[in-house]
């Protein structure tokens, strides 16, 4: 089995900043891409931020500039850091990760239960 639990969420007035954290753990052989999504009430989940193993970036186009994703590989850890936040970003924040359990496995998507961030004064 593989867990992903995510961590660093609460309540943060407008403009100020948050860390979430991610730590996968289990039977893992290999992680490829790592992200996060987040879906905020009554709309559709939607992509926030992914990297790869090797450090490449993307970030969806109402983030950039403000959110910064990293990630350890040694630790299976990626961080989503979120700078000048907005009352819009409040979501409940998803982490993912595409997983190979052996050499010979096929990749899985694997995904956290989420952390609520809210922005509000």
């Known amino acids: 089995q593989v867990q992903l639990v995510e961590s660093g969420g609460g309540l943060v007035q407008p403009g100020g900043s948050l860390r979430l954290s991610c730590a996968a753990s289990?039977?893992?052989?290999?992680?490829?891409?790592m992200g996060w999504y987040r879906q905020a009430p009554g709309k559709l989940r939607e992509w926030v931020a992914s990297?790869?193993?090797?450090?490449?970036?993307n970030y969806a186009d109402s983030v950039k500039g403000r959110f910064t994703i990293s990630r350890d590989n040694a630790k299976n850890t990626v961080d989503l850091q979120m700078n000048s936040l907005k009352p819009e970003n409040t979501a409940v924040y998803y982490c993912?990760?595409?997983?190979?359990?052996?050499?010979?496995?096929?990749?899985?998507?694997?995904w956290g239960p989420g952390t609520q961030v809210t922005v509000s004064s």
């Open positions: 993912t990760a595409q997983v190979r359990r052996t050499p010979g496995s096929l990749w899985s998507d694997y």
């Open positions: 289990g039977s893992i052989f290999s992680i490829n891409d």
């Open positions: 990297i790869s193993s090797g450090g490449s970036t």
